[in-house]
């Protein structure tokens, strides 16, 4: 089974920038196909961002283009979601997912394999 690790929440204010980490484990983290989700209580886990397992291709939902950047470094089993311009509407708690076949439908939860245990990101105005 892979463990993924989370860090990198906080509180912070609008405007200003947060960098998410999630740490795997295991020696097969260089082919999957990682994500970022972000869930609100009462509400569906919603996609932020995805990578292939290359790193040569990404995702991102509309609200997050032109702001937020996913990026992994294989070498260290490390997937980062650098967030700058950080809105109130941010404001969620983050997971990592790891899928390891993958999937066209990469923006829906239940492909993926295995979470992180999630990192809360407060957004203050």
């Known amino acids: 089974q892979v463990q993924l690790v989370e860090s990198g929440g906080g509180l912070v204010q609008a405007g200003a920038s947060l960098r998410l980490s999630c740490a795997a484990s295991?020696?097969?983290?260089?082919?999957?196909?990682m994500a970022w989700f972000r869930q609100l209580p009462g509400k569906e886990r919603e996609f932020v961002a995805g990578?292939?397992?290359?790193?040569?291709?990404?995702f991102y939902t509309d609200s997050v283009k032109g702001r937020f950047t996913i990026y992994r470094d294989n070498a260290k089993s490390t997937v980062y979601l650098q967030m700058n311009s950080l809105k109130p509407e941010d404001m969620a708690a983050y997971y990592c997912?790891?899928?390891?076949?993958?999937?066209?439908?990469?923006?829906?939860?239940?492909?993926?394999?295995?979470w992180g245990q999630g990192t809360q990101v407060i957004v203050s105005s």
């Open positions: 997912a790891a899928d390891v076949v993958g999937s066209y439908a990469y923006t829906q939860p239940n492909v993926y394999d295995y």
């Open positions: 295991g020696r097969t983290f260089g082919s999957y196909f």
């Open positions: 990578i292939h397992w290359n790193g040569e291709h990404t």
